[in-house]
């Protein structure tokens, strides 16, 4: 007779997630980057309300990019142990918790109950809620769909739950003006986006079962989203096998991959340098829709036309990212450097822009641009590797994407305030040193598909 307590290796067989689970696993992606992008939208406006220099309320955005990159690769390891409700709860409570509070310092702080100065700490404090504990919700929603979804159907499970990602990216500046109320003011897109929080939290209690996956998988570590869009790749799967829970990698643990690794070098700095490139863009374009159109002292146009600006650039990615490389199957390096020539000329019609359409077609051009960049660099990365090595060149570069958020907006909005044009050039400048590099360096797209 068979041992009873000896373990199965056979693997369960899965019903697929039905359709109100992945709503709400849709949601939790959806809600973590529209509430993030709205922000961005109205943030630079209720600066200047505040009297508060361009650079410090940029540097309110590199705060939480600083504690995303830090915490984000702890809570996708922590969704490898079967804790994933529980992270995805995490992250929609840290989400909601600084929505909410944000909202509150923002408001006493319009409404004159304490200084500027006061005001932008607590906002400061009440944002690294959601860089730090934000971070838990993506890399838990990938690790529950792989863990409960068959390999045949896994990549198009993924591919909708990133979509969310990058749709989110569209959703929160197109709604951010509609939702700012006469009582609350500035600060009313950060309370609605708080309550739709409380209900995506109150969704997952009652939708999604405990966790009891039929397959291990990994959570992938995903950057903070900004008003472009991530990469569509961000979300995918990690190429293992499937196998029962319970069996572990100890005896298929690859060696560890540096970063320094002659394979992947030439794209880590290609990332670097384009990702700074798109970061001092995304940290000035808020500012310079104020000032090009004289905004300042319009509020509510101000943040209807920065939303405008952002979800320009955020279409645009999406059509490079889900349109633009299928259709001409292009291979990674070729990405990369169409991406960089056409994100330089978006900078430079930018900088010489001086009306809403201008910003909007520089900006748009320069999103399509970087939209082809970001999935070249991501891929090249990805393909100069192993099978084994898929899940450590995914981790650096999240962290690459997520670096370049640290300092480089709060730097274009400093050189702005001294030279209006000069992050714009700074830009085309790294765009173009990009450009040569990897023409020089880059495997041709058919020996990098070959290796």
């Known amino acids: 007779m068979a041992d009873s307590n000896k373990p199965s290796n056979t693997v369960k067989k899965h019903k697929p997630i039905d359709n109100g689970r992945m709503a709400v696993l849709f949601a939790v992606m959806l809600v973590t980057a529209s509430g993030n992008t709205a922000m961005q939208s109205i943030l630079p406006t209720i600066g200047t309300q505040l009297k508060i220099p361009d650079f410090w309320v940029s540097a309110a955005f590199s705060w939480s990019a600083l504690l995303w990159v830090y915490t984000a690769p702890?809570?996708?390891?922590?969704?490898?142990?079967?804790?994933?409700k529980a992270l995805m709860r995490l992250g929609m409570v840290g989400f909601t918790s600084s929505m909410a509070l944000a909202g509150v310092a923002l408001f006493a702080g319009l409404m004159g109950w304490y200084s500027a100065l006061w005001t932008f700490i607590l906002f400061a404090i009440f944002r690294s809620l959601y860089g730090g504990l934000g971070s838990a919700a993506p890399p838990a929603v990938q690790a529950y769909v792989a863990a409960?979804?068959?390999?045949?159907?896994?990549?198009?499970?993924?591919?909708?739950?990133?979509?969310?990602?990058?749709?989110?990216?569209?959703?929160?500046?197109?709604?951010a003006p509609l939702l700012i109320l006469p009582v609350l003011g500035l600060s009313s897109p950060m309370f609605a986006f708080g309550l739709i929080g409380i209900v995506v939290i109150i969704a997952l209690a009652l939708k999604l079962p405990n966790d009891d996956p039929g397959f291990e998988a990994r959570g992938v570590v995903t950057s903070e989203p900004y008003s472009a869009?991530?990469?569509a790749g961000s979300l995918k799967d990690d190429g293992h096998e499937d196998r029962p829970l319970g069996q572990k990698y100890k005896d298929t643990i690859p060696p560890q991959l540096r970063w320094g690794d002659n394979r992947i070098k030439h794209w880590l700095l290609i990332g670097v340098m384009g990702g700074n490139a798109h970061?001092?863009?995304?940290?000035?374009?808020?500012?310079?829709?104020?000032?090009?159109?004289?905004?300042?002292?319009?509020?509510?146009?101000g943040i209807e036309m920065t939303g405008i600006v952002l979800m320009s650039g955020a279409a645009a990615t999406?059509?490079?990212?889900?349109?633009?490389?299928?259709?001409?199957?292009?291979?990674?390096?070729?990405?990369?450097?169409?991406?960089?020539?056409l994100a330089a000329l978006g900078c430079i019609i930018i900088g010489i822009s001086g009306d809403l359409y201008g910003i909007i077609l520089g900006f748009a051009v320069g999103s399509l641009g970087f939209g082809l960049f970001r999935p070249g660099f991501t891929a090249g990365a990805s393909l100069a590797v192993g099978r084994d090595e898929q899940n450590g060149v995914a981790g650096i570069v999240a962290?690459?994407?997520?670096?370049?958020?640290?300092?480089?907006?709060?730097?274009?909005?400093?050189?702005?305030?001294?030279?209006?044009?000069?992050?714009?050039?700074?830009?085309?400048?790294?765009?173009?040193?990009?450009?040569?590099?990897?023409?020089?360096?880059?495997?041709?797209?058919?020996?990098?598909?070959?290796?």
């Open 74 to 84: 702890k809570w996708a390891r922590l969704s490898d142990h079967r804790g994933r």
């Open 148 to 175: 409960r979804t068959p390999r045949a159907d896994r990549t198009k499970a993924l591919s909708l739950i990133a979509s969310s990602f990058g749709l989110g990216t569209i959703v929160g500046p197109a709604i």
């Open 229 to 231: 869009a991530p990469s």
């Open 279 to 301: 970061a001092v863009i995304l940290g000035v374009i808020g500012f310079l829709i104020l000032d090009r159109l004289g905004l300042r002292g319009d509020p509510g146009t």
């Open 318 to 341: 999406l059509l490079a990212q889900w349109g633009l490389i299928p259709l001409l199957q292009m291979g990674p390096r070729s990405s990369v450097l169409w991406g960089m020539l």
């Open 399 to 451: 962290s690459v994407n997520g670096i370049a958020f640290i300092a480089s907006p709060a730097l274009g909005v400093l050189l702005y305030t001294y030279v209006s044009t000069l992050p714009f050039w700074l830009a085309v400048t790294m765009c173009l040193f990009v450009f040569v590099w990897g023409f020089k360096t880059l495997n041709l797209d058919d020996e990098a598909a070959q290796r």
